[in-house]
């Protein structure tokens, strides 16, 4: 569970983003940080039985830093007002797909599946669709998956994709440029005690579609 203490920061992080406040107020973000990853070892310890390779990972490799990448963006704000966390057998910087968990207060999430791929995976991941509709129709009509996953976000081009046609069944998921199926998480949940058994119960409801999409990768 998140200590109210983790949250607490994040907020006041996001009302004085800049440098000189977070120099002044570094060891609340130790602290934060260092709750955010007992958060997920203890998610780890409980999918060790069913998903090993996910428990294998320190847990403090799993999550991104804090410091924003500024040189692009209009927004020169220097830090995100967030933890994320992804998850999967290929570690953090993996391109297949995984589990990601972001903590912010008010818009937590959990995400499973595989986000932006490059044009080379897209294109595989579109034909595993396309030759296994019907499975992947089975695993997220699935009730186990269903019970955590009720939306799906990431891009949607406008366009056909290139070798399809306007009657293919799964062309609602072929013109998807991610494949993220999410689950809210209200900071209420994320302070309860136990709410690792129950993100565990989510992600191991995921993995068989996170195994489809890495068969493109395979």
């Known amino acids: 569970m ?28 130790q602290d934060a940080r260092a709750d955010a990853i007992q958060l997920v070892t203890g998610l780890q310890k409980e999918l060790s039985g069913e998903l090993p390779e996910l428990a294998a990972q320190p847990a403090k490799d799993a999550f991104f830093r804090i410091f924003r990448d500024v040189r692009f963006s209009k927004n020169k ?7 994320g966390a992804y998850l999967s057998r290929g570690g953090r910087k993996w391109e297949g797909a995984g589990y990601y968990l972001h903590l912010e207060p008010g818009k937590s999430f959990l995400g499973a599946g595989m986000w932006q791929p490059q044009p080379a995976l897209l294109k ?5 669709l396309d030759y296994n509709w019907e499975e992947w129709q089975g695993l997220i009509n699935h009730p186990a ?13 406008k366009t056909i994709p290139k070798g399809y046609d306007a009657g293919n069944p799964a062309l609602d998921f072929l013109k998807r440029k991610s494949f993220i199926a999410t689950l809210p998480l209200s900071d209420d949940i994320l302070s309860n005690a136990g709410i690792e058994k129950k993100l565990a119960a989510a992600l191991k409801a995921a993995a068989s579609m996170v195994a489809f999409l890495n068969r493109a990768l395979d």
């Open 2 to 29: 998140l200590q109210a203490a983790t949250f607490s920061f994040l907020s006041q992080l996001a009302a004085n983003n800049h440098k000189e406040w977070f120099d002044a107020h570094r060891k609340a973000y």
């Open 77 to 83: 704000t220097p830090y995100k007002t967030h933890f």
């Open 124 to 128: 595989a991941v579109r034909q595993e």
């Open 145 to 157: 998956f269903k019970k955590h996953f009720k939306s799906w976000e990431g891009e949607v081009q």
